[in-house]
């Protein structure tokens, strides 16, 4: 029997190799280039550092240093917009989270959360302090606005772009969203005057807004689940932005499970707008603003019912400007198995005013009601139906429109494994015109596509399933005119390399930063003609260093007994080294595994234990070929030191494959997941004596987390023991835009005239967790379920329908509730330390014992 250790000690060792993956998250990113200098964000603080270009391996200078002033440097108060957006963009690092270099001056615009700084690097000022913009509002706005602007949040800050659609060069024009309403903000400029350096005038745009009405902002579904963040867009004419009604959406009430000391006010309960499977979602309508003339127009939505999308559209994901007076709306349908984009004049838009714009969300019908309107002269951009499986959209742009050529990215449907590749058609032809740019049985990331000045770049694994690499493919007649396979790509990276995201390529330049197996992320330099030379330029950017201030970590060194494992050391930390496996699963489709076999000393002489990590839903991926920051992973390594090897697995909808074989989860989910990894624990067992197929945990955090659990129902007799971490108990508990994309709609049937109710598609009746409720083991220790009880995205309801099933079947379980905490367990560190610990003494003593 092992030792039992004190949960503080657990927590010690995971706070000690915490501070090693944050600092890995904190790696080298958000790349710009501004004159000679090189500017890029590092850190788990995000600093900003630059170099210049011509000295790239030079030490870099350190440009902006960000202060936490909170009491708890670990626990930041944030504004609850703050907190959610942290919880959107899954973040793990602070500090600066955007910036623009002014190529005029250096002089440096960046986000701090939600506030918008200055910082000079010439001039009078150079080297001061920064200034916070939105304090220096002017003394007449800040009578007019009553400090509203000074002092709330100011949300999706939008620079003015030109009319060719990039930033404008000063970046002293912007837009923002203040109490539901949209302004735009003109900032003027005097560094030589200490007293008072900045003026900020501002307008406002709309006055109608408020909390079930807001202009200018995205709703919860499009930022979660389509990935758009913001509800507005400016350029020197014109600004667009959606006006919402949220009337008819479902009102949820999250328990915080704590009362603040300083409001005797707080209810403990945090309210917000939520559509469930086969409720309402937001009605939007999208306005243009004409800046010169002060006027409003609008998008009829019964304009927009007569493009053709089947049974109507229900979202508008993107939207924004097509050149210097066109814009663009991507319609799609509620099922997701149809998307159009059309474009149009902003002229051919009927006028509209601010009262009239009210009164269109005057009433709960599910159509806006406007006034009879001329006929929009629409031109349809691009279109695709796959009813067999959906459309994926992802955080880019639907269309790269500009220079000779058009770009889009989508699925090749017409082809056997329907992989994502990139379109191109001459500029301003139509919807038929496009053509294949690339092809192959791989995949296009959607997110890393950039298009340059005759040329294309982009991160694929077109040389190898779970590689990614960056490429690029010029622009021109020649080039388009026969699509690209991976041997026709310009490789700008090693393929035993894994390139993350944020690279940068500028003229004939460029930056990015990879990882090996055994190396952390490092930034690179090199130019478009070099290929994958690895006579590259390296910068100093050890981001995994701690500061002057921190201690080095320590974990202690134990002894290995198992031969044949490879490690690599970090700052004093010992990492095991991930095989990675590749089976056929029992329906003939890849699987993959990052395997690490402990080599440590274990309390007897027994085979390991294994624990699997999964997460398993669509287009997610764990398992990738040289990613550093993966092998880090806190509770695999410090598994691995008390003796239990680890297996990160991905079933058949990892991201590495086709569209084809993703969509096994249509209408479908919970019915595959657990074959895939009881054949990949089998697999490994059987290849490797030396792990115990009787000692085998499973854990995973929200699609992780219903696996998980249905693992322990379907397949007790594999798993000994199962962590679920806010798991989905039931789909029709969660929101429209991610289940009803692959589950379809909840009613199967038409609603009945007399109960206004419809049948209940099988597919949800058979994929809740209660459905296999009867399967859960009978044993004491073996179904563990954690959750936040603020979780705003999975909420605390499913966990509530899983205990009451589990009572009901006579079952036992284990939870852990953490009060206040949302879906990432984000806002206190000793929670996340808690639930960590916790998840490793469990597994520890759950499979040693």
């Known amino acids: 029997m092992s030792q039992c250790i004190p949960m ?32 890029w964000t590092q850190g788990k603080e995000q600093n900003l550092f630059r170099v210049l270009k011509s000295k790239l391996d030079d030490p870099p200078q350190q440009v902006i240093v960000y202060k936490n002033t909170s009491s708890d440097k670990h626990d930041q108060k944030l504004s609850k917009e703050e907190e959610l957006l942290r919880e959107r963009l899954r973040q793990l690092t602070t500090g600066v989270s955007s910036f623009r270099v002014r190529g005029t001056d250096h002089a440096i615009f960046y986000f701090i959360g939600l506030d918008l700084f200055i910082y000079y690097t010439q001039g009078p000022r150079a080297g001061k302090e920064p200034l916070r913009v939105f304090s220096y509002l002017s003394k007449e706005d800040r009578e007019r606005y009553t400090d509203a602007i000074a002092t709330q949040p100011n949300l999706c800050v939008q620079f003015v772009r030109d009319n060719a659609g990039s930033s404008a060069e000063s970046l002293t024009s912007f837009t923002f969203v203040n109490q539901h309403n949209l302004y735009m903000a003109h900032l003027s400029e005097h560094p030589e005057d200490d007293a008072a350096p900045l003026t900020l005038s501002v307008e406002q745009i709309t006055s109608i807004g408020d909390e079930a009405h807001p202009c200018g902002l995205a709703d919860y579904i499009m930022q979660e689940e389509f990935y758009r963040y913001t509800g507005h867009y ?75 999308v089947d049974g109507g559209f229900e979202y508008i994901p993107r939207f924004g400007f097509k050149g210097k007076s066109d814009i663009y ?28 714009l009210q009164r269109l969300y005057a009433t709960k019908d599910r159509e806006v009601h406007g006034n009879d309107s001329p006929s929009i002269p629409f031109k349809r951009e691009w279109s695709q139906r796959i009813p067999w499986a959906w459309i994926n959209l992802d955080d880019c742009e639907p269309i790269f429109y500009g220079g000779a050529y058009d770009i889009t990215h989508c699925a090749a449907v017409d082809t056997p494994t329907a992989h994502y590749h990139l379109y191109v058609r001459p500029s301003g032809a139509g919807e038929e015109d496009w053509k294949p740019l690339t092809c192959g049985t791989w995949n296009v990331e959607s997110a890393s596509v950039k298009v340059h000045k005759g040329r294309i770049s982009f991160i694929a694994n077109a040389e190898g399933r779970l590689k990614k690499t960056l490429y690029s493919i010029p622009l021109s007649e020649d080039a388009i005119r026969k699509p690209k396979d991976a041997p026709d790509l310009t490789r700008h990276t090693p393929l035993t390399e894994h390139v993350y995201p944020s690279y940068l390529m500028h003229g004939e330049e460029i930056f990015y930063c990879t990882s090996t197996l055994t190396r952390p992320a490092v930034l690179f330099g090199t130019t478009v003609d070099a290929g994958d030379d690895l006579s590259r330029r390296v910068a100093q950017t050890a981001s995994w260093i701690p500061s002057p201030t921190e201690a080095p970590i320590e974990m202690g060194e134990l002894p290995v007994i198992r031969e044949g494992v490879q490690t690599t050391t970090l700052q004093g930390c010992r990492l095991v080294v991930p095989e990675v496996v590749t089976i056929k699963n029992r329906r003939g489709e890849e699987i993959s595994a990052s395997v690490f076999a402990s080599p440590y000393a274990k309390p007897d002489s027994r085979a390991s234990p294994l624990a699997l990590y999964i997460y398993g839903g669509p287009h997610a991926q764990l398992v990738e070929e040289a990613n550093f920051h993966a092998v880090a992973a806190t509770n695999v390594q410090v598994l691995l030191r008390h003796g239990v090897s680890v297996a990160v697995v991905d079933n058949q ?36 004596p030396s792990l115990d197929p009787g000692r085998v945990a499973i854990f995973g955090w929200s699609y992780g987390g219903y696996a998980t659990l249905l693992a322990m129902a379907q397949a007790p007799e594999v798993f000994r023991i199962g962590l679920a ?20 709609l909840l009613h199967e049937k038409p609603a009945d005239p007399e109960t206004e109710r419809g049948t209940i598609s099988e597919a949800y009746r058979k994929s809740s967790i209660v459905h296999f409720v009867k399967g859960f083991p009978d044993e004491l220790h ?23 099933a589990m009572v009901e079947e006579g079952k036992p379980f284990h939870m852990l509730v953490y009060p206040g905490e949302r879906h990432g367990l984000r806002k206190k560190e000793k929670s996340r330390l808690h639930y960590e610990a916790t998840l490793i003494k469990t597994i520890i003593e759950g499979l040693m014992n």
């Open 8 to 39: 503080k000690e657990y927590m010690a060792e995971v706070a000690t190799h915490m501070k090693l993956t944050y600092a890995l998250a904190g790696r080298p990113q958000k790349m710009a280039v501004a004159g000679d200098y090189l500017y």
């Open 234 to 308: 400016a350029n020197e004419d014109y600004i667009i932005f959606s006006y919402i009604d949220s009337t008819n959406m479902r009102q949820v009430a999250l328990l915080k499970g704590e009362i603040a000391d300083d409001n005797a006010e707080n209810d403990g309960i945090e309210r917000m707008a939520y559509s469930r499977v086969g409720d309402p979602n937001t009605r939007t309508t999208i306005v243009v603003y004409e800046r010169q003339t002060h006027t409003m127009r609008y998008v009829p939505n019964k304009s927009l019912q007569q493009v053709g």
């Open 329 to 356: 709306l991507y319609l799609l349908n509620r099922t997701q198995e149809h998307a159009v984009i059309v474009s149009c004049p902003v002229k051919s838009l009927p006028l509209i005013d601010e009262a009239s």
């Open 653 to 688: 909808m990892s991201n590495a494959n086709g569209l084809r074989r993703l969509s096994v989860c249509k209408k479908n989910m919970g019915h595959f997941e657990t074959t895939d990894y009881v054949d990949m624990v089998h697999h490994l067992c059987e290849r490797d």
């Open 725 to 744: 971490g806010a798991p989905v108990v039931d789909w029709r508990f969660y929101d429209t835009g991610y289940t009803e994309r692959y589950m379809g």
């Open 782 to 804: 073996r179904v563990y379920i954690t959750h936040g009880l603020l979780d705003e995205n999975v909420h605390f309801t499913h966990t509530c329908h899983l205990i009451n």
